[in-house]
């Protein structure tokens, strides 16, 4: 009697099959740290550059219109600018220039500036809500959000500026999903009316 032994088929062993499901696992996990990773560093760049944007926008407004501002007006009222001491320079008032005449300039008969006196404007900084604000005649505007920090010097603080000269320094901060602290600080020096 011929008995043909019947092949059992190839199969894997338990021992196989834990060892490759574990090999997976640790390739999937490290898949997973890298996936995490890129992640957060995109949230970094992300966060970084939309704070880049603010901060700019911020000392952009914040420049062209204290250009117009002076610092070496005679006039009584003083439209000069103030600026509070240190450590408490994170506001400032001004008055710009206008047109109080009607004579279409921003300049009187005699050649000086016309002030509007009655227009007092303020950046102020707002530390519990994080923001930087303009305020005129009861109305306010929103400068930035995720302010950190807002100083403005002239020469009484800092000798080393001039007379009309004004320097700004923002910095803005944000968190990630990560809770890692994004932070871009600016600064601008701002050369005013002379008068």
């Known amino acids: 009697m011929n008995i043909k032994r019947i092949r059992t088929q190839d199969a894997f062993t338990l021992r196989e099959v834990l060892v490759a499901a574990s090999i997976s696992v640790v390739i999937s996990a490290?898949?997973?740290?890298?996936?995490?990773?890129?992640?957060?560093?995109?949230?970094?760049?992300?966060?970084?550059s939309d704070l880049r944007s603010?901060?700019?926008?911020?000392?952009?407004?914040?420049?062209?219109?204290?250009r117009k501002a002076t610092r070496s007006s005679s006039e009584?009222?003083?439209?000069?600018?103030?600026?509070?001491?240190?450590?408490?320079?994170h506001s400032i008032d001004f008055?710009?220039?206008?047109?109080?005449?009607?004579?279409?300039?921003?300049?009187?008969?005699?050649?000086?500036?016309?002030?509007?006196?009655?227009?007092?404007?303020?950046?102020?900084?707002?530390?519990?809500?994080?923001?930087l604000r303009r305020l005129e005649k009861g109305n306010q505007y929103i400068i930035a959000n995720n302010v950190a920090l807002i100083e403005f010097e002239d020469n009484s603080i800092?000798?080393?500026?001039?007379?009309?000269?004004?320097?700004?320094?923002l910095t803005l901060e944000k968190l990630t999903p990560q809770n890692r602290t994004v932070s871009?600080?600016?600064?601008?020096?701002?050369?005013?009316?002379?008068?």
């Open 30 to 48: 490290i898949m997973l740290s890298f996936f995490i990773q890129g992640s957060d560093i995109w949230q970094l760049i992300t966060n970084q």
């Open 54 to 66: 603010i901060a700019r926008n911020a000392m952009n407004y914040m420049t062209q219109e204290l």
């Open 76 to 89: 009584i009222p003083s439209p000069n600018l103030s600026i509070p001491s240190k450590p408490n320079n």
């Open 184 to 195: 871009i600080t600016l600064i601008s020096i701002v050369k005013l009316r002379n008068q």
């Open 158 to 169: 800092n000798p080393a500026l001039y007379n009309n000269e004004l320097k700004i320094t």
């Open 95 to 131: 008055y710009l220039p206008s047109d109080i005449d009607d004579n279409g300039l921003i300049v009187d008969a005699i050649g000086s500036t016309e002030w509007d006196k009655s227009n007092k404007i303020q950046y102020q900084y707002v530390p519990g809500l994080k923001q």
